[in-house]
Nanobody, 127 residues
Framework: QVHLVESGGGLVQAGGSLRLSCAAS????????MGWFRQAPGKERDFVAAISWSGDSTLCADSVKDRFTISRDNAKGSVSLQMYNLKPEDTAIYYC????????????????????WGQGTQVTVSS
């Protein structure tokens, strides 16, 4: 089993920033692409960003592309999501996932592209 644990969520005002982290334990973390999804109450889990196994390629949703940055540290076994200029519509539970392969491609925009998930961390943005 692969275990993923998210942290760094909280309550911030619009325009603020947060940095989310995902710590991974298990086999061969550095062999797999990683991604972030988010889920608001009553809605489906939506794609936010993904990063390749080596960190050389990334993919971000259009809604966050100019404000969020994904990164990873394979030595530490972690992946991060730096969020700037947060908006109320960013309010959601944010989940970290391990992809089924190592490359970034369009399949990673869908939850079916991942085989392990963390428990999530809550981000709440107020006006």
């Amino acid at each position: 089993q692969v275990h993923l644990v998210e942290s760094g969520g909280g309550l911030v005002q619009a325009g603020g920033s947060l940095r989310l982290s995902c710590a991974a334990s298990g086999r061969a973390f550095s062999d797999y692409a990683m991604g972030w999804f988010r889920q608001a109450p009553g809605k489906e889990r939506d794609f936010v960003a993904a990063i390749s196994w080596s960190g050389d390629s990334t993919l971000c949703a259009d809604s966050v592309k100019d404000r969020f940055t994904i990164s990873r540290d394979n030595a530490k076994g972690s992946v991060s999501l730096q969020m700037y200029n947060l908006k109320p519509e960013d309010t959601a539970i944010y989940y970290c996932g391990r992809a089924r392969g190592g490359a970034v491609n369009n399949a990673l925009e869908y939850a079916s592209g991942y085989d392990y998930w963390g428990q999530g961390t809550q981000v709440t943005v107020s006006s």
